[in-house]
């Protein structure tokens, strides 16, 4: 299905479940907290840092969208719409105890050399625009897989800076459209391609340090 169809037929979805939210539908609620509850509670954590305290602001965000679905003008996804409202109160916190660099520092403070753009597939790319066009030859699909490798990639993801980890989360991890994300994180096209670039980036650099044995 072509993507503009996807995307009418996501906005219907959401304005259906918007009504069911408004109307006080239990199931309807339920149904989205079991869809969305553990991606939020993994981007909350990358904020701060700890499962309890994600759980925490998680809870507290379901409560303001019960308390404010009724002002939900369907402007974005409805996803992207709860995501900015716990990207905020996960920010705030992480500010407050000093765990982050706020987000409107979205585009400063990384001047890190990145990969050549060639390595990635252009945005005319239909299916995998934005990704990388290929892994280097030594790296065997075993490895790759191996729990200890993906406990890399994770830790990798984990020591990013903030600002490019929010990025690459929803981007890579969560599967998030480049709309989303800059949706929920209210930055423009062109931060959030140049934070992915730069996330993607050192991700890459760590994992093949790894899998090549040039761990530090």
Do not use: Y
């Amino acid at each position: 299905m072509p993507a503009a169809a996807l995307q009418v037929q996501a906005l219907k979805e959401d304005s259906a479940l918007v009504q069911a939210l408004c109307a006080g539908d239990e199931r309807a609620f339920l149904g989205l907290v079991e869809r969305l509850h553990a991606p939020m509670v993994r981007f909350a954590r990358g904020f701060l840092g700890s499962e309890a305290a994600a759980e925490d602001v998680v809870q507290d965000t379901w409560a303001v969208v019960l308390e404010s679905i009724h002002r939900f003008e369907g402007r974005s996804a409805l996803r992207s719409w709860i995501f900015s409202i716990l990207a905020n109160r996960a920010r705030t916190l992480a500010t407050r105890e000093n765990r982050v660099v706020p987000l409107s520092s979205l585009a400063a403070g990384d001047d890190s050399p990145a990969v050549d753009a060639a390595e990635f597939h252009p945005d005319s790319h239909q299916r995998w625009a934005g990704h990388w066009a290929s892994f280097p030859e030594p790296w065997p699909e075993q490895q790759l897989l191996a729990q200890e490798t993906l406990g890399h990639l994770g830790a990798a993801i984990g020591r990013l800076p903030e600002t490019q980890r929010a990025v690459i989360q929803l981007r890579d991890v969560e599967g998030w459209s480049a709309r989303e994300v800059c949706e929920s994180l209210r930055v423009s096209e062109g931060n959030q391609r140049v934070l992915l670039h730069r996330a993607r980036s050192r991700v890459r650099r760590e994992l093949a340090r790894h899998i090549e044995g040039r761990d530090p």
